[in-house]
Structures are given as C-alpha cells and as structure tokens.
C-alpha cells in the first residue's frame, strides 16, 4: 500500500492513490517522467526526503510507487514522455526483463532494499520481467545497498547504474535528460504522392496548424505582462524545485529579446517546456511562451541579416538517437519531407553531431541517426543564423539554429560502418509543397482579423473550445460596446463555441444579443448577420426545432446569394445546413437534393483534402444509408474518413465520429469483423481527444462489445462490456436509459462466462 514519505522543507506531498505517490504533481512540461518504485518505504527512514529533494532539482515530477504491478501498469500506458525509472536490486531483478525491450525506456539504475526498497526473497526476480519490454521506459537506474550483489544487472544494455549513492544517480540523469530533449525533436513526415512529384498524397494536420499558429504568435504584440504571466506559471510548476525556482527568479530578472538565444539554449526549464509544447502541440504552453518564441524567432532573423554572407549551398549536421518507429517512417519516406516543427540546432561540424548519434548507438529499440542537411540559402525562407559571434549557455560548436517549421526533402537512408544511420536532407522551396493550398485556405477561413481573434478562429476549428473561450475572453476585454460591429461579432462567437459545447440555452442568448446589434446596424454588408443566421439555424436544429431552422437558414441564404462578397464556402455550408434540416425531417431525398448542390462549390473553391468537403460526403453518406443504400453509402462515409484522416489532427473528435458511423453501417448488413475494425480504430480516436466525450467513448465500447459477442469473442466481449459500465459513468451528463443497458449487457455476458 502507500505511504507518506517525511517532507523536506517546502516540499508537497501530492497523492495518492492506494500504491503510489507523487511529488511535485502539477503539469507535465518536459519531456520525461521520472519513477521510483520502492516497496519498503517507511516514515522512520530519515534519509527519504533528501532523496527526493535531490531528485527534484533535476525533475520537476517524481511518482513513487510501492507496488510492482501498479508501477508495471503505469509503464504499459501509452505516453509521450520517456520514462527514468529507479529501482531497487531485488525488485529490478523482477521487473527490468518485462520492461526492457521498450523504446522509451532507455536506462536503469537500481536502489537499495535496505534504505528505499525493502524486499524479500524472489520478489525482485519478478520485477525484471514485467517491464522489460515496454518503449515507453527509457532509462533504469539501480540504486542498492550492495552494487556487487547485483550481477542479474549486466545483461541489460539500458541499466546505467549500479550504486549505493543517489549523487551519481543524480549525475547521470542531468545527461540522460538532455539528450532525451534533443531525441524528441518534434517532426512531421509529409509522404511522396508516387502519382507526382510536386504534391503529396497525405498531409499532415499537425504541421500545418502548427505553422499556423506560430505564423500568428509571431504577428502579436507583446509587453512585459505576457512574461509576468510566464513566470508565474513556472513557480507554480516548479513551487517545489529551489534550483529551478532561482533559475525562473534570474529569468524575470534578467531578460531581454537580446538574450532569448542564450536563454534558449541554457539546459532549463524555458528550453525544456517550449520543446515539449511544440512537440505535444499544446497551444496553452505554446501562447504563453509566445513572447519568447517571436523573440527568438527574430534574434536569429536579426543576426542573419547583419552577419550572414553565404550565397551557395552549405552542409550542416545533426546527431541524436530516434525511436525505431520514427526511424522507420523516415526511411519508408524517401522523396518526402520531414518538417521540424520547433527550433532546429544543427552543426557545421559534422564530428560534433556525430558525438551526439554515438550516445544512442546500441540503445534498445532506438536508431542513431546522423543528419546530413543541404541548405540552398535561394530556396530556404525559414530564417537562421550562426551562433559562433553570438552568447549562448553552450560551448562554441559551430551551431546554426534555424527558426520553426523548416522543411526539408528526405533524399537517402543508410547505414555506415559504425551503426549510425545518416539520412541526408536538403531544402526545398515553399512552392513545391502542396500542403501550401490547403494551408492558404485555412488561413483565408480564419480570416484577417487580430492576431487573438484568428488564434480564437483557429481553435474553434481545432475543436480547442476552452482555448478558444480564453482567446475570445481576451479579445472581449479589450472592446468596448461602442464598438458594436465587433461587439456583436464577438458575442456571436462565445455562442458557438456554448453550441459547440452542448449549453444550448446560454449559446441561443448570445446568438440573440449579436443577431440584434446586427439587425440595427444595416450598414449595407450583412454578411457576419447571416453568419449569426446561420448558427441560429444550427442551434435550432439541434433543438428538433426544424421550422425555425429552416427559416434562420433561409435568412443566411438569401444573404449570402445576393452578397457579391460572400465566400463560395459560405454559401455552399447554407445549402449543406438546410439539407441537415431536412435529413432530421426524414426527408433524405430533399436533404441529399441539396448536398448535391453544396457539393460542387465545395469542390470548385476548395483545395483537394479540405474538411468542409469531409463533412459533406458525411451527411451524404449517413442520408444515403437512411434511404437503404448502405453500399453506396459507405463509400461516401469512407471518403469522408480518408479526409479527415488527412486533413485534422490524429485525435480529432470528427475521425471518431465518421469510424463509428461506419461501424454501425456494417453492424447494419451484418457485417461483423469490419463493424468490428471501426468501432475499434473510433475508440483509439475518441479516447485520444482533448476532451473525452466519455458517453459517446462508452457507446462505442457497448456496440464494440455486442459485435464480439456475435463473432463468438467472450472475453473480449465482456472486457468492452466492462469498459463501457465504468467509462458511463466517467460522463457529465450520463444516460440512464445507457446506463441500464450497458449494465444488463454486461451482467448476461458474466452469467454466460459463469
């Protein structure tokens, strides 16, 4: 069971649940965890609390765990952070052979029975085994009273240590951590369309927002309020870690945009949580340190325009270790991009980015590639610089730093002698990438705007709703009522974002306050009141309150059909809204009458691969099922899950919603391994989404579960049937009529077990 470990002076005991403490519990924002698994913990063992004190100056969260299989569960659970994980000599006997084969483990250091770990007998040759294998656990480290008794610990490559002083623990860990950071450059691979040279057959979704957001944090203005805001973030973060608490007091102190490289590339927490923003895209992180990223952005700008002299092609390199999966995409990707979705810290010595692919050679499920970059200064806009003339935190290593989002053409993979990977890149100009439509488009859609509403406007389109609130909020501070065009357009999208939300009541006032002021206006160009119109007849028709939105519907039309201004999109979204009118009518035919209108506006105005387009085949699809044609049906379903796939980001809510969409359309013809295969790939979506709709997660395991029940798969069958009881209840707003259901289904599976 846990325990409370003493506290060192200052320190927080975050728990707590039956077998496991953490310390320092807040947001995760660098790029590892670390774990310390101990089944001997008392309160009388004095020297705990110095322990974890020196643990936190390296890691801002530390999770103990008491008990092997909460610790082995823990590790078996997906995640993006590398996991460090300390043990005692026993107990690693146990765990380290389970866990070791996986990627994201990378070293161990075991810890001693006496002090931290208290085991008998055979326990510890059950740990080894039980975490061995999982990639999520990076490094191990034995801590114990007797190195030398420990002689199971040699035949694993990722045991770093084997000692009886947390000090060289705590060493070795500063330098597993810094190459963690640079192992886990965030990077996208855009794949080679074989059918031409000049486009590309998938795009991905993360890339092109995140260049769109970076392109807007760069336009924004900013005062020393946005670093007040940053620093207090930090020491809450941090409240516990004195070292980094200093560092974070030197920070407020001491900045200026002059120094953001130094700041940089100084191992701290800036470095730290901007790198694993930009890599988990978590645009909370990312806005707040917006300040630093544009200061960067234009320090490397700055020192490129006044020292930069190169006029050809130059060579720059880049070591470090990659898991074997990412490995793999880049070698299966030859004639694709890869984009670097943060800051990019290269060498022109090409000895120096080789020391850092060595650290990684023979690392378990890791490859140690080499980078070998072709820079063509005429085709690369992505601003960089030299750092030899410039301050910085590190050793003069003939560094060239580039800015965000730099894209380069994957041209060779292979191998050399030593088992380092070199895959040699070179630049490509902006105007090959066919990404650039799609990204203009969107961009067009969030509109020209200030920086904060198109960051506002880009979140909706994320499905980001609480950020897009926080954006909006901000923006709504700063305009007065006298302003009554922005006013009313700033209403209008707090009411979206309450439609979106489900909070039908408090979305339907806000439309009515900005449909108003609209009203009244008539300044002879009414297009943001037919947007109002418009998301009337979208509320209404959520409400089963069909003629009113209808009618709301209508109003935005003969707007949009008569404003020589209006977006093509626009009007074909009218004409795909009155068809939803309809298809909840149970007029399908009416309703796919005007589909088939929308349809080839949304294809003359916008590019290939555009989401609009996805929802579309969706209502076309789900409609064309309604009226008994499920093959063709499913066909329009596929496509609109193949754009989607393409076009939003891995975890969207709308990919779960088309794959269960297509589920039960197979479940309907009896078809059962592949109703099977999309409620399936829906629930790895849904249970990936920002915020889970745990009702619908639930649904989809229910439905899963019936499906395996037909293909005679009891034990899965009642796996999902149990997973769907307790995720109901995770919901907000729970269905009892599901509840009821689930329960029964359920319970007749645990008596046919029985």
């Not at 006997?93 to 990378?106: F, G, I, N, Q, T």
């Not at 800036?270 to 909370?284: G, K, P, Q, V």
Request: a neutral charge; charged letters at 25%; hydrophobic letters at 35%.
């Amino acid at each position: 069971m846990g325990v409370i470990l003493p506290k060192p002076r200052g320190q927080r005991n975050c728990a707590n649940k039956k077998n496991s403490i953490k310390y320092c519990e807040g947001k995760i924002v660098q790029n590892f965890v670390l774990i310390w698994l101990d089944t001997g913990i008392t309160e009388m063992q004095k020297d705990c609390p110095y322990t974890i004190s020196e643990l936190n100056k390296i890691y801002n969260s530390i999770t103990l765990y008491t008990d092997l299989d909460d610790c082995r569960k823990f590790i078996e659970k997906p995640r993006d952070e590398q996991i460090f994980l300390i043990v005692s000599g026993k107990l690693g006997e146990k765990l380290v052979p389970l866990v070791h084969k996986y990627a994201r483990l990378d070293s161990i250091y075991p810890r001693d029975e006496q002090i931290f770990l208290i085991v008998s007998g055979k326990l510890g040759e059950k740990l080894v085994p039980l975490v061995h294998k999982y990639a999520r656990l990076d490094s191990i480290y034995v801590f114990c009273g007797q190195p030398d008794a420990h002689k199971w610990t040699q035949q694993w490559k990722k045991i770093k240590l084997v000692v009886n002083q947390i000090e060289p623990i705590c060493e070795a860990l500063v330098i597993d951590a810094a190459q963690c950071e640079e192992d886990l450059t965030p990077t996208s691979i855009l794949p080679l369309n074989e059918s031409s040279s000049q486009s590309l057959e998938q795009i991905n979704a993360s890339f092109m927002y995140s260049q769109l957001i970076n392109e807007i944090l760069l336009q924004m203005n900013y005062n020393t309020r946005e670093i007040d805001v940053l620093v207090d973030f930090c020491r809450q973060i941090y409240k516990e870690n004195e070292a980094q608490l200093n560092i974070i007091n030197e920070f407020r102190i001491h900045y200026q945009k002059e120094t953001s490289i130094w700041w940089y590339t100084r191992e701290c927490f800036a470095y730290r949580m901007l790198n694993r923003s930009l890599r988990t895209f978590d645009i909370n992180i990312i806005s707040m340190m917006g300040f630093f990223l544009k200061d960067i952005h234009n320090q490397i700008k700055d020192i490129n325009s006044k020292i930069s002299k190169r006029t050809g092609p130059f060579v720059v390199y880049r070591g470090q270790g990659m898991l074997n999966e990412e490995f793999e995409t880049i070698r299966n990707s030859i004639g694709g991009l890869l984009a670097f979705n943060s800051f990019l810290s290269t060498s022109e010595d090409m000895n120096v980015a080789m020391k850092f692919a060595q650290k990684s050679a023979g690392r378990e499920g890791k490859a140690s590639v080499l980078f070998e970059i072709e820079v063509d200064p005429a085709l690369t806009l992505t601003p960089y610089a030299s750092l030899d003339n410039v301050i910085t935190c590190q050793p003069k290593e003939k560094e060239i730093l580039f800015s965000m989002d730099t894209v380069f053409r994957i041209y060779e993979v292979k191998e050399d002698n030593d088992h380092i990977w070199k895959i040699k890149l070179k630049s490509v100009s902006d105007k090959d990438l066919a990404i650039t439509r799609l990204t203009e488009q969107i961009r067009s859609e969030i509109g020209e705007g200030s920086p904060i509403d198109r960051l506002g406007r880009l979140m909706i389109k994320l499905d980001e709703f609480e950020k897009a609130e926080a954006f909006y909020q901000i923006l709504a501070e700063s305009t007065t009522t006298d302003d009554k065009k922005k006013y009313a357009w700033i209403r209008n999208q707090f009411g979206y974002i309450r439609y979106k939300q489900g909070r039908y009541k408090d979305a339907l006032s806000l439309y009515q306050e900005a449909m108003q002021i609209q009203e009244k206006l008539n300044d002879g160009r009414n297009l943001d009141l037919a947007t109002t119109y418009n998301n009337m007849g979208l509320l209404y028709t959520e409400l089963n309150d069909t003629s009113k939105a209808l009618s709301y519907h209508e109003k935005a039309l003969s707007i949009r059909e008569r404003d020589c201004d209006v977006s093509l999109a626009d009007l074909a979204s009218t004409y795909n809204n009155i068809g939803l009118v309809y298809d909840q009518r149970n007029d399908f035919s009416a309703a796919l009458s005007h589909y088939g209108k929308a349809l080839p506006i949304y294809k003359k105005c916008l590019p290939v691969n555009h989401p609009w387009e996805a929802t579309l085949y969706y209502n076309i699809g789900l409609a064309e099922v309604l009226l008994g044609k499920h093959m063709v049906g499913l066909e329009n379903l596929q496509k609109a899950r193949n754009i989607r796939k393409i076009s939003l980001p891995s975890n969207h809510p709308s990919i779960a919603s088309v794959c269960n969409s297509i589920g039960d359309t197979y479940q309907e013809i009896r078809d059962y391994p592949n109703a099977l295969k999309f409620y399936e790939e829906a629930l790895d979506v849904g249970s990936r989404v920002s915020h889970v709709n745990y009702s619908n997660l639930a649904l989809t395991y229910y439905r899963a579960s019936k499906i395996l029940d037909n293909l005679k798969q009891l034990d899965k069958a009642l796996e999902y049937a149990e997973l769907a009881v307790k995720t109901v209840d995770k919901s907000c707003t729970p269905n009892d009529t599901d509840k009821v259901r689930f329960k029964e289904h359920l319970e007749q599976l645990q008596t046919r077990q029985s």
